[in-house]
């Protein structure tokens, strides 16, 4: 079984950038569909971006298109948001999720990391 540990969030202007990780423990993750999801208190939890397992595969949220690349290296096994031209909106929690297939919606992972804040100050 997989487990996710996010890292790299974090404070930042508006305008800025950072780069998330999840680090995947287990042997299982380049079997697995990757994707990032954010919540905000008091909204439901939102698709962010997804990576097929083989890497190439990429879906994003109209939001962040353009601005945020997911990407993935299996050796590492280690899953990446490079998150650029950050707004305020952009503050949430950010939670890395693994799945069989992935895709947009929650339903479609069934394994969770814990989450790490984004705080993007205007």
């Known amino acids: 079984q997989v487990q996710l540990v996010e890292s790299g969030g974090g404070l930042v202007q508006a305008g800025g950038s950072l780069r998330l990780s999840c680090a995947a423990s287990?042997?299982?993750?380049?079997?697995?569909?990757m994707g990032w999801f954010r919540q905000v208190p008091g909204k439901e939890r939102e698709f962010v971006a997804a990576?097929?397992?083989?890497?190439?595969?990429?879906f994003y949220a109209d939001s962040v298109k353009g601005r945020f690349t997911i990407s993935r290296s299996n050796v590492n096994n280690t899953v990446y948001l490079q998150m650029n031209s950050l707004k305020p909106e952009d503050t949430a929690v950010y939670y890395c999720?693994?799945?069989?297939?992935?895709?947009?919606?929650?339903?479609?992972?069934?394994?969770w990391g814990q989450g790490t804040q984004v705080t993007v100050s205007s």
């Open positions: 287990g042997r299982a993750f380049s079997t697995y569909a």
């Open positions: 999720a693994a799945g069989v297939v992935g895709g947009l919606s929650q339903a479609e992972y069934n394994l």
């Open positions: 990576v097929r397992w083989n890497g190439i595969t990429k």
